[in-house]
């Protein structure tokens, strides 16, 4: 079991910056890719980065490639999702999960999932 705890979510303007921290126990964190999901009111869950799991490698979706940044730290047990440039349409309830398997974008390759934080972009 993998147990994951995000956090760092709030209420920032357009234009604006967050940092979100999802921490991890339970078995080796060093063993599991990474990724970070989000979702809006009425819409389903989507692919945000990854990051593989030696942290040599990350991937993005489209919508935010250029604005947001994984990154993680294997001896504290945390990934990262620092988000720069933030849209009112980045505002959903984020999610960290853990996986085995580098690349997916997929929320069923992810075995492991966090309650979530809350970002609000106001214009």
């Known amino acids: 079991q993998v147990q994951l705890v995000e956090s760092g979510g709030g209420l920032v303007q357009a234009g604006g910056s967050l940092r979100l921290s999802c921490a991890a126990s339970?078995?080796?964190?060093?063993?599991?890719?990474m990724g970070w999901f989000r979702q809006a009111p009425g819409k389903e869950r989507e692919f945000v980065a990854g990051?593989?799991?030696?942290?040599?490698?990350?991937y993005y979706a489209a919508s935010v490639k250029g604005r947001f940044t994984v990154s993680r730290d294997n001896a504290r047990n945390t990934v990262y999702l620092q988000m720069d440039s933030l849209k009112p349409e980045d505002t959903a309830l984020y999610y960290c999960?853990?996986?085995?398997?580098?690349?997916?974008?997929?929320?069923?390759?992810?075995?492991?999932w966090g309650q979530g934080t809350q970002v609000t972009v106001s214009s």
């Open positions: 999960a853990a996986g085995a398997i580098y690349g997916a974008r997929s929320s069923g390759s992810y075995g492991y």
């Open positions: 339970g078995r080796t964190f060093s063993n599991y890719a």
């Open positions: 990051i593989h799991r030696s942290g040599s490698d990350t």
